[in-house]
């Protein structure tokens, strides 16, 4: 079937602004996965959710960013007031069972950058 | 903490060589470890893993053996080719059985002719 999609695939925004970035997880992947990967970095975990709980969030660089899966679909990742030092490619990736849940199926990623 | 540290790129090979991407992870815990690729424009891709030490994944020719002794899980193909042109990211799981993954800084691989 379908893999993960995400979009925008691309997003400007001007500091300050209010962004919101949608994951459309493989249906039926019980986990879901969001990553930021600056330029020429590797993905660094912001945050993870099984059906709709969120169950870490250690990786959120700061209460600007929020996620949310209400239906344990499709995701939501928002950032708040954006700052330069937000401009990264965002990853969703989702995962078919919690037991093997490392086996994560990525997106082409949505691509920030905040002017 | 856990982290995960590669060689740096971009390596550059002639079609047919022999390919090692070297990557080292942090001793802690019992990790699983991955090779993701990352073609031009598409996004990340599960290469290969590896469970549990002395495990070999292997996928596509691509090969990586889990050593716990050297902390090691060394990406090698025996003949690259054009396509494998990509960025190749090693990663381990976190520490506590958590299902995040730890990536490295990735390692470009170009191919020519």
């Known amino acids: 079937g379908a893999g993960v999609s995400q979009s925008p695939r691309y997003k400007v925004a001007k500091r300050g602004q209010d962004v919101a970035l949608r994951c459309d997880p493989i249906s039926g992947h019980v986990s879901l996965f969001w990553y930021q990967q600056a330029l020429g970095q590797g993905p660094e975990f912001l945050t993870y959710f099984q059906n709709e709980a969120q169950l870490d969030k250690s990786g959120l660089p700061s209460d600007r960013f929020f996620a949310e899966r209400p239906e344990g679909s499709v995701s939501t990742l928002k950032i708040q007031r954006t700052q330069q030092e937000d401009s990264a490619v965002y990853l969703c990736?989702?995962?078919?069972?919690?037991?093997?849940?490392?086996?994560?199926?990525f997106g082409p990623g949505t691509r920030l950058t905040v002017t | 903490g856990d982290s995960v540290t590669q060689m740096e790129g971009p390596v550059t090979l002639s079609e047919e060589a022999f390919l090692t991407i070297n990557c080292t992870y942090t001793a802690t815990g019992y990790p699983s470890l991955f090779w993701y690729v990352q073609y031009p424009g598409e996004g990340l891709q599960l290469l290969l893993k590896?469970?549990?030490?002395?495990d070999k994944g292997s996928n596509k020719g691509f090969e990586a053996t889990y050593r716990k002794e050297t902390t090691s899980f060394h990406l090698e193909k025996g003949s690259v080719q054009v396509s494998d042109s990509a960025v190749y990211f090693c990663?381990?799981?976190?520490?506590?059985?958590?299902?995040?993954?730890?990536f490295g800084t990735g390692t470009q691989l170009k191919v020519e002719l």
């Open positions: 990663a381990r799981t976190a520490t506590g059985g958590g299902n995040k993954l730890t």
């Open positions: 990736a989702s995962s078919l069972e919690v037991s093997r849940a490392y086996e994560q199926y």
């Open positions: 590896a469970t549990k030490a002395d």
